[in-house]
């Protein structure tokens, strides 16, 4: 009810254009709830229509304007108050006036520019969102949709292996070799540990997967490591000359493209650590950064331009025209 034109007397809702058709993903709440969204990349073009439906009909709205948005955001948890945009369009879809009956606008944002992946993490949110409003004196209407982005890389020219070494002096020397550095987010971790001499009473040894979230600058610097796999490579004692095969699947855990320093505001990244625990309960630790990175299901002929685009922001990627036509054979496959 409506009290001296105070209330909602009108409803707002965003309907895509590409509802019936477009791909959802499901992404993390807040809460932890999963639900699904519609999934866009850079570049893509996000249209559609705005309807307003007036509550009581043959009555009046009066407003100062009608409006959508389109706005990428970061917020900081420990900085509610303040938002982050990143990307803010706006359409104005009417001016001020009075609408008599419900009615429906269109509205297009063509090539839209969507730099960073959606991303929910503990002490931050990057999100994407159409916000529709319709001005009025006391109390504006309006109404949010939330999309999710994806950000695709095609392969990284450069991707070495990694070789690292554990040792303590006459006691432990261990070598341990992951076939690349850059993974995409369903590949394979492939790797061998060698060693090369073995005085400690090893009891078990372990690959962790880390997520190291890094948010604010300077004093306000908060760090945040979520574990989010455990491999165990051996239960027992491991004999001089030893090499165990190491094979990781990273399909079945839940992460993100590694994210480095999103708009100054925040970083994700990620690390092997390998663990040996010897009899006597003490850790051994050694860890090293990988870089995670994520690769399109089948990239449709439509989506190779886009892909070009997201993959020239990938750190290492390689020239327009070489990484078109590798975008091409992805069409081919």
Excluded at 100 to 112: A, L, N, P, R
Excluded at 248 to 269: C, H, Q, W
Excluded at 278 to 294: A, C, G, N, V
Aim: aromatic residues 10%.
């Amino acid at each position: 009810m409506s009290f001296f034109g105070f209330g909602q007397s009108a409803d707002i809702d965003i309907v895509l254009n590409d509802a019936e058709t477009r791909k959802k993903a499901e992404h993390k709440s807040e809460d932890g709830r999963k639900d699904k969204y519609f999934l866009f990349y850079d570049g893509e073009t996000v249209s559609g229509k705005v309807n307003v439906t007036l509550k009581y009909p043959g009555k009046r709205l009066e407003h100062n304007g009608i409006k959508i948005e389109f706005i990428g955001q970061i917020e900081l948890y420990y900085d509610r108050g303040n938002h982050h945009e990143f990307v803010s369009l706006v359409k104005d879809l009417a001016r001020p006036g009075e609408l008599t009956q419900s009615q429906t606008f269109d509205f297009e944002f063509t090539h839209v520019e969507k730099p960073y992946e959606s991303y929910t993490g503990q002490n931050v949110k990057l999100r994407y969102f159409l916000r529709a409003t319709v001005s009025r004196r006391l109390n504006d209407i309006s109404k949010e949709l939330d999309i999710v982005v994806h950000t695709l890389s095609t392969y990284p020219e450069l991707n070495s292996s990694i070789k690292m070494e554990v040792g303590i002096e006459d006691c432990l020397h261990i070598e341990f070799e992951y076939n690349k550095s850059k993974y995409h987010l369903k590949d394979v971790i492939v790797g061998k540990i060698y060693f090369l001499l073995v005085r400690i009473k090893i009891r078990h040894m372990e690959i962790d997967i880390i997520k190291r979230e890094t948010t604010g600058t300077g004093p306000n610097v908060y760090h945040e490591n979520d574990t989010i796999a455990k491999y165990e490579i051996m239960d027992g004692a491991p004999v001089r000359g030893e090499s165990i095969p190491i094979r990781l699947f990273l399909a079945g855990y839940e992460m993100t493209p590694t994210m480095r320093d999103i708009n100054k505001k925040f970083s994700v990244r990620y690390y092997l650590n390998l663990v040996l625990i010897d009899e006597e309960e003490r850790r051994y630790f050694k860890q090293q950064e990988i870089t995670l990175w994520r690769k399109g299901d089948i990239v449709r002929k439509s989506m190779s331009h886009q892909a070009v685009i997201a993959a020239q922001r990938f750190e290492g990627s390689c020239n327009p025209e070489k990484t078109q036509s590798q975008s091409n054979e992805e069409d081919d496959s």
